[in-house]
């Protein structure tokens, strides 16, 4: 199958940090299947290591970092340049709580590690493009879609 992941799932240091998010679960997982890697924050241009951002508001949509900088474009963007990477893929695996990847709570935009329902900007451009998207913690529901092939 192709499946597209987050990079920083997949051990790239491309989070706000620096760091990664490294699952080994889900690399032994997906070993025999084509991996499409992306990262849309990075896509869109944003430096690593870079401040925190969080979604304000989702009607409109509007993402800012810890010190008040609107980077709404930025997210924007980066979904749509993740987005046309993702041809033809079966299904997506993107990092829980993320503002862009997240897709089932992110951030409530207080920068207060409070979450709230809500999907990040590339998590919700996939879900209204119909494409199934998982989160990392969701094993069992991925195994399923493998199994199924
Ligand atoms: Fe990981 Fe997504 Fe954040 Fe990139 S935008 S670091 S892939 S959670």
Known sequence: ???????????????????????????ELLKDHEIIKVCPEVLAGLSIPRNPSEIISFQ????KDNKNND????????????LDQLNDIDFVILKAN???CGNQQVYDGTFS???VEGKGVFADLLFKKGIIVFNENQIDEIKKCLEKG
């Open 113 to 115: 590690h409070r979450l």
């Open 71 to 82: 980077v709404s474009n930025e997210f924007k963007n980066g979904a749509l340049y993740a």
């Open 60 to 63: 409109p949509l509007i993402i």
């Open 1 to 27: 199958m192709k499946i597209g992941v987050s990079a920083c799932l997949l051990g790239d240091s491309v989070t706000w940090k620096g760091s990664h998010n490294e699952s080994l679960i889900l690399k």
């Open 98 to 100: 993320s503002p862009s």
